[in-house]
């Protein structure tokens, strides 16, 4: 019914800047908040960020002043912009939406996630 896909992970040196997207597709009616995760092997997946329908944004201690999320909800899309990015920003980044789905006399509400994007920082 939802496909949520994430783009724009890869490589970077630290101190540099790396920007993600994200769009959800499909039966979608509505969606609220839209966020940003990551995850490395050895722990379990950190919250980084997060922006209401709205534009109300939070972000994590860890990437405060450092990190922007935004989005377009014309798009359906939500971006993070990384900067000053260093060695324990790497991981797998994942986003999730909580997405309003179907039809308006048959609708749902769930969160969904996407595949992950890697984020590779060298120092």
């Known amino acids: 019914q939802v496909q949520v896909a994430e783009s724009g992970g890869g490589p970077v040196q630290a101190g540099g800047s790396l920007g993600l997207s994200c769009v959800a597709s499909g039966r979608i009616l509505d969606i609220d908040i839209m966020g940003w995760y990551r995850q490395v092997p050895t722990k379990e997946r950190e919250y980084v960020a997060e922006?209401?329908?709205?534009?109300?944004?939070n972000y994590a201690e860890s990437v405060k002043g450092r990190f922007t999320i935004y989005r377009d909800n014309g798009k359906n899309t939500v971006y993070l912009q990384m900067n000053s990015l260093q060695p324990d920003d790497a991981g797998v980044y994942y986003c999730n939406a909580g997405v309003q789905y179907g039809t308006i006399d048959d609708y749902y509400r769930d969160v969904f996630w996407g595949q992950g994007t890697q984020v590779t920082v060298s120092s």
């Open positions: 922006i209401t329908k709205g534009g109300e944004t």
